[in-house]
């Protein structure tokens, strides 16, 4: 019960960030509805297959859809598609005209069989990435918290940098595994604590930029930075900051005073923006010399794994002599 009430504050915050109603389950539309609007703001697609003779696709939508907070997650982030695999109705999608023509018992629409990579098992949810370019079908019936990782994977656009299958593993196990306990030894500065820090001890520091909203900021505090490996090296290398980049108080920096940017219609604080040169990218790593010297922000979530190359990279000075792409192949662990 503990660790599903840690979960369900983790995943379900970015929805009450927004929404402070009950779901009435999710809001379905047909495909090209989705597209139409997917032209006017871009959005992930979740696209259900269905048929009317599949059991487990009326389970999945009892129990998984039907959950207030995954359908509120969806609603909000996702244009829901529900198809029906084998309707004889025509659609149009990215300028292509399909149909279902075939003969024969129960045969798949070409639309599903496009989606689904021609492997029909129902249920099956298709993941469309905002731009409508990558497609991930993922055969079988999906619980709720099966399908957790998935909708924060796509609407965080984690594809570009995390493999899929890593994510997974390492979401379920932060966040469901009883015997995981992250590294309690690494404390997160504030900047200003981190600066005075580094007067005398001379390390580098690194600015962990989080935010309420932000489920793989969550993610990758509790999994990367918490894994012993890349906790002890942060304590090591670095004066650690973390920073909420919703974070209302005033801060003082290099001789400026920096507040939350929601008077000028930003609801990012300003600095922020500034150590990020406004190219805020959630999550995003910032890191700077002792005396506060902006080296570089470094974007997007990382496995404990890939950030210890990172980590090395900058505390060795090796981003002033070598590509990064070099330094990584020939990485080898401390």
């Not at 984690?158 to 593993?169: M, R």
Request: aromatic residues 14%; hydrophobic residues 35%.
């Amino acid at each position: 019960m503990k660790r599903r009430y840690i979960l369900f504050t983790i995943f379900l915050l970015t929805v009450l960030f927004v929404h402070a109603q009950e779901s009435e389950g999710v809001k379905w539309m047909t495909i090209e509805e989705a597209e139409k609007q997917n032209k006017v703001q871009p959005k992930p697609l979740l696209i259900d297959f269905y048929t009317d003779w599949c059991g487990w696709c009326k389970v999945m939508d009892k129990n998984t859809y039907a959950n207030p907070g995954i359908a509120n997650y969806i609603n909000t982030y996702y244009y829901p598609v529900k198809f029906d695999a084998e309707t004889r109705d025509t659609i149009q999608y990215k300028g292509e005209t399909f149909v279902n023509n075939s003969a024969g018992n129960r045969p798949p629409h070409s639309f599903a069989v496009k989606m689904m990579n021609g492997s029909m098992s129902y249920p099956t949810t298709v993941f469309v990435t905002s731009d409508l370019e990558v497609t991930v079908p993922i055969p079988g019936y999906l619980d709720a918290q099966k399908i957790e990782p998935f909708l924060v994977y796509f609407v965080e656009n984690l594809h570009k940098t995390a493999n899929l299958e890593q994510f997974i593993e390492t979401y379920q196990k932060a966040f469901y595994d009883e015997t995981y306990k992250p590294d309690s030894l690494l404390k997160w500065n504030t900047l200003p604590e981190a600066m005075e820090k580094a007067k005398t001890e001379k390390r580098k520091i690194l600015v962990f930029l989080t935010a309420e909203w932000c489920n793989s900021c969550k993610l990758m505090e509790r999994a990367t930075y918490g894994n012993p490996e890349v906790s002890g090296l942060l304590r090591e290398w670095y004066h650690p900051v973390r920073m909420d980049v919703n974070d209302q108080s005033e801060i003082e920096f290099q001789g400026q005073k920096f507040v939350n940017g929601k008077e000028q219609t930003n609801f990012f604080h300003q600095l922020a923006l500034a150590i990020t040169q406004n190219q805020i990218i959630m999550p995003s790593m910032v890191v700077m010399e002792p005396d506060g010297k902006l080296i570089t922000s470094v974007p997007y979530y990382f496995t404990a794994q890939d950030l210890e190359p990172v980590l090395s990279f900058f505390h060795e000075d090796a981003y002033l002599s070598k590509p990064w792409e070099e330094y990584r192949a020939n990485y080898k662990r401390k």
